[in-house]
């Protein structure tokens, strides 16, 4: 079978299947019941589902609100399938970017989806090759660099989520920072305050690539330079966004400098060439469509 009959048969298997959720596409915050569900709902209706929902290993792990969303508008669900003898670490890695463009989340709510993730392991498949069904665990290191979050915050995290689930269903909804959680925990378990709030981490684009090897995403890298680049316009704006690249490409040692250049010129023509299509994504209609 080729790779068209098999995406063919995939479809057609689709088409009476109702599939299941997996543990990884419920690990952002939810906002179904709430009026972005509504909105999304009401998108589907009249532009139709934009983004399809994507299944690995015959699961969701992608597009659960769009999921939902097409059940109460009574619209039929499209769907994409990742090979299934990808690996976890690589599935993960896809479904964060997606979500970490599309959703502006709170540095608490990304440390509680890296608690999530760290320690995630694959299921058992008896249809795949062995490695496959290897346990594969995400450490609290590597959470932290997917999320933008410092470990001990993934560990704060954790603590809060394990100890009083009530505050880590606040901080999940957005009513409360994961300071002002943490000092809460403390001072209901008899602990002495902390007095430093956990700072997001830079993340070295660098490293990543280094570490992915075999695994490494050209799409979760290019979602890595967008996230980076909204973080820091929305931290410093328009002047602080050119004074903050001037100075760490000015910061850049010999052995980088001209790889950091090339990368720089050649964004800067992608952009260009790009910006009418960049502007029209940019639409209210286009954002709802992708949760």
């Given at each position: 079978m080729d790779d068209d009959e098999w995406h063919d048969s995939l479809i057609q298997k689709s088409k009476h299947v109702e599939?299941?959720?997996?543990?990884?596409?419920?690990?952002?915050?939810?906002?179904?019941?709430?009026?972005?569900?509504?909105?999304?709902?009401?998108?589907?209706?009249?532009?139709?589902?934009?983004?399809?929902?994507?299944?690995?290993?015959?699961?969701?792990?992608d597009g659960r609100h769009r999921h939902l969303a097409c059940k109460e508008a009574r619209v039929k669900p499209e769907y994409t399938h990742l090979p299934d003898d990808w690996l976890l670490d690589k599935v993960k890695n896809r479904v964060v970017a997606l979500n970490v463009l599309r959703r502006h989340?709170?540095?608490?709510?990304?440390?509680?989806?890296?608690?999530?993730?760290?320690n995630m392991t694959s299921g058992t498949r008896t249809d795949l090759q062995p490695t496959a069904n290897l346990q594969e665990v995400k450490s609290n290191k590597q959470a932290a660099e997917q999320l933008n979050v410092s470990e001990r915050t993934v560990r704060t995290a954790k603590n809060i989520k394990n100890d009083t689930p009530d505050l880590a269903e606040k901080v999940n909804k957005g009513q409360m920072s994961l300071h002002a959680a943490e000092t809460e925990r403390r001072k209901r378990l008899g602990l002495p305050e902390k007095t430093n709030a956990p700072k997001p981490k830079v993340v070295n684009i660098d490293d990543l690539m280094r570490e992915a090897g075999d695994n490494f995403d050209?799409?979760?890298?290019?979602?890595?330079?967008?996230?980076?680049?909204?973080?820091?316009?929305?931290?410093?704006?328009?002047?602080?966004?050119?004074?903050?690249?001037?100075?760490?490409?000015?910061?850049?040692?010999?052995?980088?400098?001209?790889?950091?250049?090339?990368?720089?010129?050649?964004?800067?023509?992608?952009?260009?060439?790009?910006?009418?299509?960049?502007?029209?994504?940019?639409?209210?209609?286009?954002?709802?469509?992708?949760?």
């Open positions: 599939y299941e959720y997996s543990e990884l596409s419920t690990v952002f915050p939810s906002f179904h019941g709430e009026e972005e569900f509504a909105q999304l709902v009401e998108s589907i209706k009249t532009e139709g589902l934009l983004e399809p929902i994507v299944i690995w290993q015959g699961k969701i792990v989340l709170t540095t608490g709510q990304r440390a509680l989806v890296a608690a999530a993730l760290a050209g799409f979760v890298c290019a979602v890595n330079i967008m996230t980076a680049a909204r973080d820091l316009y929305l931290q410093e704006g328009e002047n602080g966004l050119d004074e903050q690249i001037m100075s760490a490409l000015r910061d850049s040692n010999k052995h980088k400098l001209s790889y950091n250049v090339s990368g720089l010129i050649a964004l800067h023509d992608t952009l260009s060439k790009n910006i009418e299509e960049i502007r029209m994504l940019s639409t209210p209609t286009e954002k709802l469509q992708y949760n």
